[in-house]
């Protein structure tokens, strides 16, 4: 029986799960929800029009729910996922990562504690190729308010976060329009006047090192830089955060348009150039 109830009082949580073409590796992630601690969640998997055997492994569970759709990206999966969600706080999980079996009971703890926390995180272990890896100093997460951090480099993971489903709803959810870096674009806007709380402990394992991985597509930057300027155009930030917006802006113009030169690309190149005379100082 699928959980869609709160038991014994605790929250739900509604647990989203996208995936494309990820049968190889989303039966362990799927199986590290199945095996919480906390009894009160549901899950939901959106299947985003995978060609490979994920649905006939999806049908093999008869706890969860499954929501199919035409390939629209991970965006377009994770906001169908909340909007069929009962929950009131939602909890992301990528189908190439696993959770601890405390990772839920930790976090809805924190928010019982914290009423008025929007949104936390939790730390998490790295695996590159089956290897453990540290992350780099830059890569190191904070509590709070750190957007001027964050501009430079995604600093929230999917996978660690769970966030109250109203507060969701109120932000806009992801920007389907982005092809990659949608979760930079929308902790971002968060963080720009609400903080994102971190709990100090490991509870999920961040896999990486894959082929179909979007972290490891070379156009990252144009997607980082169309975020920035969204919140630039917005008129949301402060005279603070605006001049950190402008000035890593600048810099991922240069280098991405550095990029272009070098692979020939000159009237993108132009362009992105051309982009940081728009925002001056």
């Known amino acids: 029986m699928r959980r869609s109830v709160a038991i014994r009082g605790n929250p739900l949580v509604s647990v989203i799960i996208p995936t494309y073409n990820r049968g190889w590796i989303l ?5 590290s929800v199945l095996n919480q601690d906390y009894d009160a969640f549901e899950l939901i998997v959106v299947n985003d029009g995978s060609t490979d055997d994920s649905r006939d492994l999806l049908a093999g569970f008869d706890n969860i ?3 199919e759709q035409p390939n629209q990206g991970v965006s377009a999966a994770r906001n169908k996922g909340v909007a069929h969600a009962k929950g009131s706080f939602i909890a992301f999980l990528d189908s190439d990562d696993v959770w601890l ?4 009971a930790v ?7 914290n009423p008025k926390a929007l949104v936390c995180q939790t730390q998490e272990t790295w695996v590159r190729k089956g290897r453990r890896v540290n992350p780099g100093r830059r890569h190191q997460k904070q509590s709070g308010m750190f957007f001027d951090r964050s501009l430079a480099l995604c600093l929230v993971s999917p996978s660690a976060v769970m966030i109250k489903k109203s507060f969701f709803d109120e932000i806009g959810g992801f920007d389907e329009s982005l092809l990659a870096c949608e979760d930079y674009d929308l902790w971002l806007r968060i963080n720009v006047h609400h903080p994102i709380y971190l709990i100090d402990q490991p509870l999920i394992v961040k896999r990486g090192g894959h082929h179909d991985q979007l972290s490891a597509n070379p156009m990252l930057d144009k997607y980082r830089i169309t975020s920035i300027r ?7 930030l402060s005279p603070a955060q605006k001049k950190a917006a402008v000035r890593v802006l600048k810099d991922k113009c240069q280098i991405y348009a550095a990029g272009c030169r070098k692979r020939g690309r000159m009237d993108e190149a132009d362009f992105y150039q051309d ?4 925002y001056p100082h």
């Open 101 to 104: 079996p405390r990772k839920l």
């Open 107 to 113: 976090q809805v703890d924190f928010f019982q504690q």
């Open 65 to 67: 729910t499954v929501l």
């Open 27 to 31: 039966k362990e992630a799927i199986e």
């Open 230 to 236: 969204k919140l630039l155009d917005s008129s949301s």
């Open 275 to 278: 982009l940081i005379k728009r």
